[in-house]
């Protein structure tokens, strides 16, 4: 997938800006708060019907003004493959006060969960430290995100789950009323059934996901770390089921659901030892680079006529020479699509143009105006 012309209007600290993409290389130079950051989230905001910073879309919206829009155009080869109309062109507007509209090719998605998956993408940021510093809900998203956008019968079973998980905990909660026992039977079996999908989905995607991440970590570190991660689920415990309702009477004290695959999660290793305790900032930031880059070769392989794209916000930070060329090195393969960088030093991007194609784009951003 190749997006050619990003249109924004009053998207955060960006007024209005038009721009024309290289197919291969785009970086953004700029210093912190100038708004590069603001324009690769603008493109997620396309992929995934939301913006990746925060929960509420209002807050997208610049300041004092009563709406935004961005509109990009995108060249798909998966949809020329299979002869169809290889141009795509996705909208997305809202006003103040009201529901966002997502359009592709000017016809409104009834469920926004329809496009999901339609343009893959791989967002890489400061923001993962979160993966190994914080709780397991990270790690779940992480897995959820991947799977989404190949499987949409997956979101639409997490959407289940997440639905009677809720119901089940009200229920458990409620200090005034006993839980009538036929529903909460109801209610697990539900659980259970979509839970046990759901985890087959992640248990297949790790095992995939797996060689790839350490194939990555090994390029970067020069295989002076040994690294793994595993899934840990209820589900490996027996029937999701019998797990479910075996301490239902637990779960009526606590007054919420201790077992479901809401509380999955991802083991980090390094050397044998939890990464979060053991790893410097540098193995760390290493550690969910490869993670996110594994991410792009699943996608890529399980989706073999759409290369997803690739957003590369300000990961230099933090990483030694070394690994900063293995990565420059990495990403000029011609295995990797479209690439969007961010970075405040000309010289990282330097590295990435000389050891790249002739094709790129250099934009210069600030204070919300950006230029070539």
């Keep these: 997938m190749i997006l050619q012309r990003l249109s924004i209007i009053n998207y955060k600290n960006i007024a209005e800006a038009t721009l024309d993409f290289s197919p291969k290389i785009n970086c953004f130079i700029g210093q912190n708060g100038a708004g590069k950051t603001n324009v690769l989230d603008a ?3 396309l992929s995934f019907c939301r913006s990746a910073q925060t929960a509420l879309d209002s807050q997208v919206i610049r300041h004092d003004q009563p709406f935004f829009v961005l509109e990009g155009e995108y060249l798909s080869e998966e949809l020329r493959v299979k002869s169809e109309e290889s141009s795509l062109s996705i909208y ?5 006060g009201t529901k966002k509209h997502f359009k592709r090719d000017k ?3 009834k469920r926004l969960s329809e496009h999901i998956g339609l343009i893959p993408l791989v967002h890489v940021s400061p923001g993962d430290t979160l993966l190994i510093e914080g709780g397991s809900e990270e790690r779940r998203k992480l897995m959820d995100m991947v799977i989404s956008q190949l499987e949409r019968p ?10 009677v998980l809720l119901q089940r905990n ?10 009538d026992p036929e529903v909460l039977d109801i209610l697990e079996e539900q659980m259970a059934a979509e ?5 087959e989905r992640r248990r297949a995607f790790v095992d995939k996901l797996v060689p790839l991440f350490q194939e990555f970590y090994n390029r970067i570190s020069g295989g002076h770390e040994l690294v793994s991660l595993s899934y840990i689920s209820h589900c490996q415990r027996g029937p999701l089921l019998e797990v479910i309702r075996r301490d239902r009477m637990k779960d009526r004290a606590v007054g919420y659901s201790l077992h479901g695959i809401h509380r999955d999660d991802l083991e980090f290793l390094l050397d044998g030892h939890p990464m979060r305790r053991e790893g410097s900032q540098g193995q760390q930031k290493t550690f969910v680079i490869s993670l996110k880059l594994a991410q792009f070769a699943f996608l890529k392989r399980t989706n073999a006529q759409t290369a997803p794209l690739l957003l590369l916000d300000d990961i230099f930070d933090k990483l030694d020479a070394t690994r900063v060329e293995q990565i420059v090195s990495l990403v ?4 990797f699509g479209q690439i969007f960088i961010t970075d405040t ?3 990282h991007l330097n590295q990435i143009l000389a050891s790249s194609s002739p094709d790129y784009k250099i934009f210069h951003v600030n204070n919300g105006c950006i230029n070539v």
């Design 195 to 199: 839970g046990e999908y759901i985890y």
């Design 332 to 335: 000029s393969e011609e295995a």
């Design 92 to 96: 997305c507007g809202m006003k103040r």
């Design 107 to 109: 016809k409104e998605y």
């Design 43 to 45: 493109i997620y905001f």
């Design 345 to 347: 030093n000309r010289d």
């Design 170 to 179: 009200a229920m458990l909660k409620d200090e005034d009323q006993e839980p």
């Design 154 to 163: 997956y979101i639409e079973s997490l959407n289940r789950y997440n639905k």
